[in-house]
T-cell receptor, first 115, second 113 residues
Framework: EADIYQTPRYLVIGTGKKITLECSQT?????MYWYQQDPGMELHLIHY???????EKGDLSSESTVSRIRTEHFPLTLESARPSHTSQYLC??????????????FGEGSRLTVL | AQRVTQPEKLLSVFKGAPVELKCNYS??????LFWYVQYSRQRLQLLLR??SRESIKGFTADLNKGETSFHLKKPFAQEEDSAMYYC???????????????FGTGTRLTIIP
């Protein structure tokens, strides 16, 4: 079944640890995104990708990095987690259409807590 | 720069009463507007987009360029409408293919039985 998957759903980790949030989609979409959302706040785009080997910074500056080696996979990495990174991270994908953002399909999210 | 404003964080409406969730935007070019919804324990998903001009689950939204608004309306609220609603804007920049979605802070709608 076509879907978008995020793991882990919840992660509690100590300061200084390296973490990778996984995102995979079986929808055949070219564009993928990472949004960050603090409780009660708007979603902020932190990274996006048009396709393999394409990664772009979003509107909100983030210390995280992403890679896109395979079409279906778009992991997000924090080399050294800090309490300020505590947030919910949402992965999304969409088809590529010029002139429109297209409908975004979201994963269930990864809630990160850094102690 | 593109910006979306949803002035109400919380909105409570009685079942059967009309609903209006407000959304205002700021964008110098030609915008494309969306409403996304997140029901309890479900993912964020598209509710409707202005170019479709269709009614979804009884909801409609009209783009008013003069007032830079895209308010979401439903004439008779139902209990299953309780959810978090996000207005979003995609700017069609000169660099086509670079469109990004900007979200508002969201409005939590509660339908009172």
């Amino acid at each position: 079944e076509a879907d978008i998957y995020q793991t882990p759903r919840y992660l509690v980790i100590g300061t200084g640890k390296k973490i990778t949030l996984e995102c995979s989609q079986t929808m055949g979409h070219d564009k993928m995104y990472w949004y960050q959302q603090d409780p009660g706040m708007e979603l902020h785009l932190i990274h996006y990708s048009y396709g393999v080997n394409s990664t772009e910074k979003g509107d909100l500056s983030s210390e995280s990095t992403v890679s896109r080696i395979r079409t279906e996979h778009f992991p997000l990495t924090l080399e050294s987690a800090r309490p300020s990174h505590t947030s919910q991270y949402l992965c999304a994908s969409s088809e590529y259409f010029k002139g429109t953002s297209g409908e975004l399909f979201f994963g269930e999210g990864s809630r990160l807590t850094v102690l | 720069a593109q910006r979306v404003t949803q002035p109400e964080k919380l909105l409570s409406v009685f079942k059967g009463a009309p609903v209006e969730l407000k959304c205002n935007y700021s964008y110098s070019g030609s915008p494309e507007l969306f409403w996304y919804v997140q029901y309890s324990r479900q993912r964020l998903q598209l509710l409707l987009r202005h170019i479709s001009r269709e009614s979804i689950k009884g909801f409609t939204a009209d783009l008013n360029k003069g007032e830079t608004s895209f308010h979401l309306k439903k004439p008779f609220a139902q209990e299953e409408d309780s959810a978090m609603y996000y207005c979003a804007l995609s700017g069609r920049g000169s660099n086509f293919g670079n469109e990004k979605l900007t979200f508002g802070t969201g409005t939590r709608l509660t339908i009172i039985p």
